[in-house]
């Protein structure tokens, strides 16, 4: 079915209140899920609210927190998100991030112990937005570990996903680089097994380290393993990481004591830059430009629309589904009816604010 994103969102919104989020803080994190579905990421969409549910019923994520500054040293700033709502808390760790950039001409940030963040781009895009060139580097503590080191036969770390966002010229939109460093980020396994589709061939390998397309072998024991991205390129990408998030933040790197069902906590180093540092601002923005246009002009390959620059597959697919409404599947929906009904939200009242 195709939903509107403002019903989506209100859905959403209703879950997390009955979570026990005030008013601003359930639409805050429902916002920020629904322009994940929006630019194409239904994997860190409405998808994630069960998950929440579970984090708020396990005790793995508390509502309604504030952030805490650890360590405040000129550029450096250290803060931890007491496991509060990564959507909420990372906003406030980037509002201080640009705070300090603006100050000093960069800032090195670090954000521990917070509940998903959902997409990094998000974060990338605020800076972005204030001026800033930015890099973010994420790992993930979980219930379970689900990517396969290279050359390796079982999971030992999770999708460690990494963001460079350059900003543009006013009026211009942003480069934004925002991926997991696996083949594919987790949550697209989930939505091609929940709409019983397979996956590319080189995503997965099954429990004896063989190949497989099926994402079924995540979800049947002894489990299988997602493959990184890029063979050793970003399996190096993904070590990186992991240890700029987790040992330089001193929040730990993943590891069997941080295993816990429910649990699903970033840490992450964001550096923002100011892009004028080294020369002139307006310098930086006409080399971008002029960059953007050489590379978008070169023909597009045999079945190719069109050459994209990263971030712009995410625009394109706001735009349409704005207009569109949002794909959900028939699991995915079940799925949210059930989460809400375990936080109180009874399912009449659900398909009214669907509208159905
Ligand atoms: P993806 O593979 O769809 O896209 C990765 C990047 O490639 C994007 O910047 C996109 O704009 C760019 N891109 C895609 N197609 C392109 C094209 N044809 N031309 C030019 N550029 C193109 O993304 P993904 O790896 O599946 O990650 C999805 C989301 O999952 C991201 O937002 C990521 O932050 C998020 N994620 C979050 C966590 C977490 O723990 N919070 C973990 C993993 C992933």
């Not at 609210?49 to 500054?69: F, K, M, R």
């Not at 406030?92 to 781009?121: C, F, S, W």
């Not at 963001?163 to 680089?177: D, F, K, Q, S, Y």
């Not at 001193?250 to 080294?278: C, Q, W, Y």
């Amino acid at each position: 079915m195709q939903i509107p994103a403002d019903r989506l969102r209100n859905l959403a919104q209703a879950i997390f209140q009955r979570g026990g989020s005030d008013e601003g803080e359930a639409t805050q994190v429902a916002e920020r899920l629904i322009e994940a579905n929006l630019f194409g990421h239904d994997s860190h969409g409405v998808g994630m609210v069960p998950a929440y549910v579970n984090g708020l019923q396990s005790g793995e994520l508390n509502p309604g927190i504030d952030v805490t500054v650890e360590h405040d040293r000129g550029s450096f700033l250290l803060v931890n998100g007491n496991a509060g709502y990564g959507q909420v808390v990372a906003a406030a760790t980037m509002e201080l991030a640009i705070e300090r950039a603006k100050e000093l001409g960069v800032a090195v940030v670090g954000l521990k112990n917070r509940y998903h963040i959902g997409r990094v781009g998000a974060w990338g895009e605020m800076c972005a937005a204030a001026g800033f060139i930015s890099i973010h580097y994420v790992n993930v503590f979980s219930s379970n570990s689900v990517v396969a080191p290279f050359g390796g036969s079982d999971s030992r770390f999770t999708t460690n996903p990494y963001c460079t966002a350059l900003p543009a010229r006013n009026g211009a939109e942003p480069i934004v680089l925002d991926m997991a460093t696996s083949r594919v980020a987790m949550g697209k396994v989930r939505v091609a097994h929940n709409k019983g589709e397979q996956m590319m061939p080189d995503a997965l390998i099954d429990s004896q380290g063989n190949p497989t397309n099926d994402p079924g072998v995540m979800y049947s024991e002894p489990k299988g393993a997602l493959r990184t991205m890029g063979l050793h390129k970003g399996y190096g990408l993904a070590v990186i990481c992991e240890a700029l998030a987790g040992a330089f933040t001193g929040a730990g790197t993943f590891g069997p004591e941080h295993l816990s069902p429910g649990r699903i906590i970033n840490n992450m180093l964001s550096v923002l830059i100011d892009p004028g540092a080294f020369g002139e601002r307006e310098a930086f923005d006409d080399e971008i430009e002029k960059f953007t246009k050489w590379v978008k002009a070169s023909p597009p390959a045999p079945g190719v629309d069109e050459v994209l620059v990263p971030g712009e597959p995410e625009r394109k697919s706001r735009t349409e589904r704005l207009q569109n409404g949002v794909p959900i599947d028939d699991i995915t929906f079940e799925e949210l009816l059930a989460a809400g009904e375990a936080v109180g939200l009874a399912r009449d009242e659900a398909m009214r604010i669907i509208g159905n």
